[in-house]
């Protein structure tokens, strides 16, 4: 059984930092693109950031130069820095991740619980 297991959400003051972390664990195979999403009520899960295997990385525009993903293969895990937190920021938070199960026959995209992050003073 894989899963994807968030970690770091929370409170914090406009201008502050916060660190999510997403471990994928179970009986995986490989893994390949990994993400972190965002949701608000009443709107659309939106990509925040994504990353793939090698390294290369893609940005919602409202994020760049704040947030910074990053991820340790070796770990099954992938990060998101994030830096001068908005109050627009609020959201649930999601990872994503496309792995191989072992013993399965293909790619399966796999999401995490969600994690809460708030930016309030």
């Known amino acids: 059984q894989v899963q994807l297991v968030e970690s770091g959400g929370g409170l914090v003051q406009p201008g502050g930092s916060l660190r999510l972390s997403c471990a994928a664990s179970?009986?995986?195979?490989?893994?390949?693109?990994m993400g972190w999403y965002r949701q608000t009520p009443g709107k659309q899960r939106e990509l925040v950031a994504s990353?793939?295997?090698?390294?290369?990385?893609n940005y919602a525009d409202s994020v760049k130069g704040r947030f910074t993903i990053s991820r340790d293969n070796a770990k099954n895990t992938v990060y998101l820095q994030m830096n001068s937190l908005k109050p627009e920021d609020t959201a649930d938070y999601y990872c994503?991740?496309?792995?191989?199960?072992?013993?399965?026959?293909?790619?399966?995209?796999?999401w995490g619980q969600g994690t809460q992050v708030t930016v309030s003073s």
């Open positions: 994503n991740a496309n792995i191989f199960p072992r013993g399965s026959q293909g790619w399966r995209e796999y």
């Open positions: 179970g009986s995986i195979f490989s893994i390949n693109g």
């Open positions: 990353i793939t295997t090698s390294g290369r990385t």
